[in-house]
């Protein structure tokens, strides 16, 4: 197993790195355009300055995925969470930036190579952004659902646990370390 990542959590470090690397298009991309616009425009501001925090959340939570066995950023309520947020700011960032960006022309214009070069990164960047927003949309639906639908088969430990060390057939047994295990704990835990 890679890293002790069931095959699960593969799947999902899988979505992160994709993710990731979306990320660092759209960061490339707004930084060329930026410099172009010598950054005065905040269509042009947006993408890049949301890029640099959602590549600083995604290099946190795939650093402590792999380094704690037992992150609280790997579990599915606060991916779920830090995604959906992620995807609503997106999405609002990019409707904005996109009415900016209507004055570009699909087909860019011949003549000097600068202002030919600035039109090909905005038309990659329109196309990136969208892509990096449909992208956390899916994780954080395809997350939400298999989380739901393992809860309803009866699999609370879902809840308790990184996602990348999720396994169905791990049961609250007390052999496992993602268990309440204190003894100060004198009441049973709430059922959810």
Known sequence: MMFGFSSVGKKKVGAHVALYWVN?????????VNLFQ???????????????TTMVILSVMLAL?????????????????????????????????????RHVPMACPTGSDDIKTWCQDVQALKAFVWIEWLIFSLTAYFTLRYT????????NHILRMPLSRYSPHLRNDGTTEYIRNSEFLQFSEPKL
Do not use: H, M
């Open 24 to 32: 660092i298009v759209v960061l490339a991309l707004s930084a060329r």
């Open 38 to 52: 010598e950054f005065f425009f905040a269509a042009d501001l947006f993408p890049l300055g949301l890029s640099i």
């Open 65 to 101: 995925d792999f380094i704690c066995k037992n992150s609280y950023t790997g579990r599915p309520q606060f991916e779920i969470g830090v995604f959906a947020v992620l995807s609503i700011f997106w999405l609002s960032f990019n409707a904005f930036s996109t009415s900016r960006w």
């Open 148 to 155: 739901v639908s393992q809860k309803n088969r009866g699999n």
